[in-house]
């Protein structure tokens, strides 16, 4: 069952396009650098402001409450890739397994390849920021971030971390690796939140 969650970002924007976007149905990679090798038993570690800092194992993490959704993808070079399958773990299902502190604001999330990125909490805990191992009913390709990553489609896609190994909960607001080199940190595409 897939489940289309793109109403749940309607509140950002009535156009499902956002403004200075054009649609493309290829699906260019974009990274800072090189495509980094993971395990192919990965783990995330979660750590800071949760009630017990704990080591997922892919098979733990895959175990949680995984679903399919339908969603949207939005470069801020100014392409957006509507229909997106991908299967993964939705964020507040995490938040749930790991239980979060009452002082915890943001989420800082880091990537193999040494890219980290942050949401505030309050923005993160949404069901469509999903953990994706499966896009389009295959395993998610490296160059797109496989073996995991995050999509973020009710921000520009550099807030979703490819590669992820780790999921920092913070108290205070640290910027990230695009967002300390100019990039917007709130990224909301609908007000074309670009740079900061
Ligand atoms: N770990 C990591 N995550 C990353 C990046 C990166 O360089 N490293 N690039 C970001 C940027 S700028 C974008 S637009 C998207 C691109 O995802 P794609 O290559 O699957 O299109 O990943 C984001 N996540
Ligand atoms: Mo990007």
Redesign the pocket.
């Known amino acids: 069952m897939t489940t289309d969650v793109t109403g749940l970002y309607e509140e950002f924007g009535d156009e499902r396009l956002p403004p200075g976007q054009r649609k493309t149905e290829s ?7 090189n495509t980094p090798k993971v395990d192919d038993d990965w783990t995330v570690t979660v750590s800071g402001a949760v009630e017990e800092e704990r080591e997922f194992s892919a098979a733990e993490f895959m175990d949680l409450a995984p679903e399919t959704q339908t969603q949207d ?1 939005h ?3 100014g392409w957006s890739k509507f229909d997106c399958e991908f299967t993964g773990l939705p964020f507040p299902e995490l938040v749930d397994a790991v239980g979060v502190d009452d002082d915890a604001e943001h989420v800082m999330f880091h ?3 040494g ?1 980290t ?1 942050d949401l505030t909490l309050a923005e993160c805990d949404r069901r469509e920021v999903l953990f994706t191992w499966e896009f389009d009913g295959e395993p998610l390709p490296a ?3 496989g073996p995991l ?1 995050v999509v973020t489609p009710h921000k ?9 190994k780790g999921v920092e909960f913070l108290t205070e607001a640290e910027l990230g ?2 967002e300390k080199r100019g990039y917007s940190d709130s990224a909301n595409p609908w007000n074309e939140e670009r740079y900061s």
Not at 27 to 33: A, N, R, T, Y
Not at 156 to 164: N, R
């Open positions: 699906f260019p990679v974009l990274s800072k650098g993808f470069c801020v070079t990537a193999h390849d890219y990125t160059d797109h971030g990553r520009y896609a550099y807030k979703g971390a490819k590669w992820v690796y695009w």
